[in-house]
């Protein structure tokens, strides 16, 4: 099936007289008949559900359709996007490791990766988002474990070079991890890429409306791990018995679904950050309709992106479907059916100026969210990566000019109407 078909049906079939629409499995637990019928699902999860923290159906059903929509092996939904990167770092990395990450990210994931995970003993190595194959071996180091970068980056919308960071991750038998949230499987599939392990903040474009958090974790189910594990010495977590969970060895027992199994059974069992049936629920209405949405929100974000060029009190404008940015080529290549519909801008007159025009505003909301249906504002340097140096604020390509503008679904005549007026604010 093509992906606007997969978002109507993959994931759940009804049977003769069964709903047509997911059901929502509103329950914590699951009875059995027996003790044994109880352990033998401890022994394997696959069998049945034990728990709301592994498992629900509802959940269930949209984790089929997120895995099947990305070309996945398998999908495990989480309680928000911060969630699913950390488990996707936590699940290869542990005190004394290292992974890298590209600079172009968004800025939660930032302090998550730099500061957070630091105390916990994880290294974060940084590299721009066009590093070089060479520059990308050579910050590998023996103890390094996975290599992670947004496909569109948050708030910067750098594109990144999937090929050549696949590579050099691969080269050295390490995973490449994406987060694909701005694009969504419906602009761009990175596993196709060579991605791993893709994430998502599902608040995002996925439910589209506003109405509840979530994240995902995709399992391409195509990197060798007892390889890796043979050549390097790396991931024997993965292929060794888990102590933990009564000797289990996960790419034995489970093959391709070694990574996000070995995810469900020891991190979702200890950390619990797994989301209610009801936020299941929607979600799966936002997937269905995410083809018809990221269409629209494209065409307007490229229509707000030029008509932000023409004007002269934008000094900057962002957007890697204008055929002059740096990153246009790269879109062509991995992201041909559009760029989404985030724009970032930077305003001459700087955070001042910046902040009169989005106050200015009367259609778009000046909110913390992006990626919405409705078009809405943000000042990334006093919000979302407020916590940042003024050298990593440079790193991520960010200033204090800079206004993250997402357009949502309106109609277009109605939003360049909106940015005109509030332009004559500035």
């Not at 050295?172 to 994430?199: K, Q």
Request: aromatic share 10%; net charge negative.
């Amino acid at each position: 099936m093509k992906i606007e078909t997969k978002c109507l049906h993959s994931g759940y079939t009804p049977k003769n007289g069964e709903p047509c629409v997911v059901p929502i499995v509103q329950s914590t637990t699951y009875r059995y008949d027996s003790c044994e019928a109880v352990a033998d699902i401890f022994d394997d999860p696959t069998l049945g559900a034990i728990y709301s923290r592994f498992y629900n159906p509802t959940c269930d059903a949209v984790e089929k359709k997120i895995a099947d929509m990305e070309g996945g092996a398998g999908c495990m939904l989480t309680s928000s996007g911060q969630a699913a990167s950390l488990l996707s770092i936590l699940n290869l990395c542990q005190a004394g490791d290292s992974f890298i990450s590209s600079t172009s990210i968004y800025g939660g994931t930032i302090n998550l990766f730099g500061f957070t995970l630091k105390k916990l003993g994880i290294e974060c190595i940084w590299l721009k988002a066009d590093a070089t194959y060479e520059e990308i071996c050579a910050a590998i180091k023996p103890n390094t474990k996975a290599v992670f970068g947004e496909t569109i980056a948050n708030p910067a919308l750098t594109v990144f070079d999937f090929e050549v960071w696949a590579k050099a991750a691969h080269d050295n038998n390490i995973p490449l991890i994406i987060d694909n949230t701005f694009a969504t499987p419906v602009l761009c599939r990175p596993i196709e890429w060579g991605a791993d392990i893709v994430v998502h903040s599902t608040t995002k474009y996925m439910d589209g409306h506003a109405v509840q958090g979530g994240g995902c974790i995709v399992d391409s189910g195509k990197f060798d791990w007892e390889k890796a594990y043979k050549a390097t010495g790396k991931f024997a977590d993965m292929v060794e018995p888990d102590e933990s969970y009564h000797g289990l060895k996960y790419v034995e027992k489970y093959g391709k679904l070694a990574y996000i199994l070995k995810a469900r059974c020891q991190l979702m069992r200890d950390f619990g950050c797994y989301p209610a049936a009801q936020s299941a629920f929607y979600l799966n209405l936002g997937l269905e309709t995410l083809p018809v949405r990221m269409e629209r929100v494209c065409a307007n974000g490229l229509a707000v992106a030029k008509y932000f060029k023409q004007s002269d009190k934008i000094a900057n404008v962002t957007y890697p479907g204008l055929d002059d940015d740096p990153y246009h080529a790269l879109a062509q290549k991995y992201l041909p059916k559009g760029c989404c519909g985030v724009v970032s801008i930077s305003i001459k007159g700087g955070r001042a100026a910046a902040m009169r025009f989005m106050d200015a505003l009367k259609l778009a909301s000046d909110e913390v969210h992006v990626a919405d249906i409705r078009t809405c504002v943000l000042h990334p340097a006093s919000a979302t990566h407020r916590q940042l140096s003024d050298e990593q604020l440079v790193a991520a390509g960010i200033d204090g000019g800079m206004v993250r503008f997402s357009c949502g679904i309106e109609h277009i005549d109605d939003i360049l109407a909106d940015v005109e007026q509030a332009l004559k604010a500035i």
